[in-house]
């Protein structure tokens, strides 16, 4: 006997995914999974492998229509039926050129869903394929895992990473998780005034057996919209952290979010080698003194030695430190790389963070923020690059002696 059809629906609104859910099942459509739009819809396609995709395309459309892209990419086989309110003409196309089999109006009616999946499903797969063929293939079941690194303390790393990761959720409501790996004494959660509930220390330790559902349950939420995944109160807890399982931790989390942001220590150890391992882009902060210029070298020298590509290094000047004669244009001549962004020094940082808020969301008009939108915005329209091979940065001292 044929086994009953698996269907996955992709919907932001969670209570109509259960409401979906009770319509098919007298029908003998089994939901095998249900999510969100972005890289964890085509993950789970990946992973369910599901007979048709059930897509709702609501606001952003954009963000919809490039989750239906993805699944295409990663399960072209897989046909999708989606649904939108009001249904305009530009939608229509857009949604056909995207490889959607049949668009349904809402509210959906459950003769004509169940019409529309039963009529997909027995219908053969077209040959060529919805996609249009100019489109660059992605690699779409990872998101973009950004490790916001610099050789240094006290140089803005955590102030940069935890603003971007606000600015790049608020940009087409990207999912975005910021992860502590500060070994020394990590403070992304009190950046975002909260306080820490499970670490990354005791996620990366059940990383071999973590299901989705208890790894996002562990997470916190910022009311920006980020989520965060604290670094242990005590940096003698890092001692038992195996940087292999930070790795895989960070993998796991890159299939469900699409950019993971990882905040580091000014230290070399060997979760630092994990971070940077795990990264498809490396944002590298340099405050404008000398210390902190000489320091970069070394990592931009270590970056190159260990193959990383020089495009996805994001040499960041930031003036952390007030007046400075040297110039964002001296750093680049010094190091050889171009600057990718510079960031002004802005006492706003200073106040927005006493606060426990960024500075993105309290003075977003201030000068520093626009700079720190301008930065996010230039990372978020960058295309998703290759995953990175195994065992690079290996070298690096392990943790305890960090
Ligand atoms: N552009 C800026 N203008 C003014 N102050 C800044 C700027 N960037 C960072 N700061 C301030 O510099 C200090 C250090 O910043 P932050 O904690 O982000 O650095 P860090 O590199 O993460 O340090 P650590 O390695 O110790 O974690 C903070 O007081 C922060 O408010
Ligand atoms: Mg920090």
Redesign the pocket.
Known sequence: MPRNPLVMIVDENVPFRQELQAMLAPAKLAVVADCGYGVEAASLAEETRPDIVLVAIAEPHLRALQTIEAIRVIAPETPIVAYAANPDFRIVRQAMHAGVRDLLPMPLKRDELLGSLQRVLAAPIPSEGGLDQDEPARPASAGVVLTVF?A???????????NIAVAIAKRAQNSVLVIDL?T????VAI?YDLEPQVTVAQLASQVRTLERATFRAALQRHASGVWVLPSPKHPSDWRTVDPDDIRDLVRFAARLFDYVIL?????FNDIVGSALEVATQVLL?TSVDMASIKDTAFVLDLLESEGFPKERVYLTV?????ANAIRAADVARVLRTPVFWE????????T??QLGRPVVLVKPRSK?SRSLAELAAKISGASAPEPRRRGLFRRLAPVSAG
């Open positions: 610099g240094k303390g006290g140089i803005g790393k955590t102030t940069i990473a935890t500060d020394r004494f990590g403070d950046m905040d580091t220590p000014g230290a902060v930031n003036h952390a430190n007030g960031i002004p020094h802005d006492d706003e940082v200073v927005a963070s520093v």
